[in-house]
C-alpha cells in the first residue's frame, strides 16, 4: 500500500522529499515500539492477541489512507503500518516454533508463512494499482483495507485451533 500512497500523495501536489522521509522516520520507529510490545504482549497474553492487534491495524490503515491523501496524511498510515509490522515480525516467528516445536519443521513452516506474506506483497501493490488506475486511489486504499478484514475474519474462524496450541499443557503448569 505504502508505494501506491507515495503515488498519490505526490499527485496531489504534496513534496515528495518530506513523503519518503516521512515514511522511512515513522514507519521504522513506530515498528521497532510496536515489535518491543509485541513481546510483552506474546508473554502476557499470547501470540493470538498480538496477531489481534495487527489483522486490526492492516484494514484501518487502508480506511486511513482512502480518507487522507495529504502530505501528513502517511503519517497515520505508516503508524499503523509500522504497528502491523511491528507485531507481525514477533508473532509469526513465536507462533510458528510453538505450533512446530518438536516436529523438526519450524525453518519449512517459517519459510511457507513468508512465502504466503511475500505472495501477498506482491499482488496487494499490483491489484492496488490496477484498481487506482480505473477507479482512482480512494477506492483502490478503501478496496484494500476492507480486503484485509478478510485475514481478520480468517484469523478469528480459527480462533479456536490457535488459543488450544497457545495454552500451557499440565505438565508445563
Known sequence: MLPLYGLAVVAHKADPFITVAATVVVAQAVMVIASLAATRIARKRGYWTVFTIAFIALPVRGFVAASIITTWGI????ILDGIGAGMLSVAVPGLVAQLLEGTGHINIGQG????????GACLSPLLGGY??????????FAFLGALSVGSLLIWHKYASAIRAAEAPSAQER
Open 75 to 78: 503519517v497515520p498510515v505508516q
Open 112 to 119: 511457507a508463512l513468508m512465502t504466503a506474506q511475500s505472495l
Open 131 to 140: 484498481i487506482a488506475q480505473e477507479f482512482g486511489f480512494r477506492v483502490a
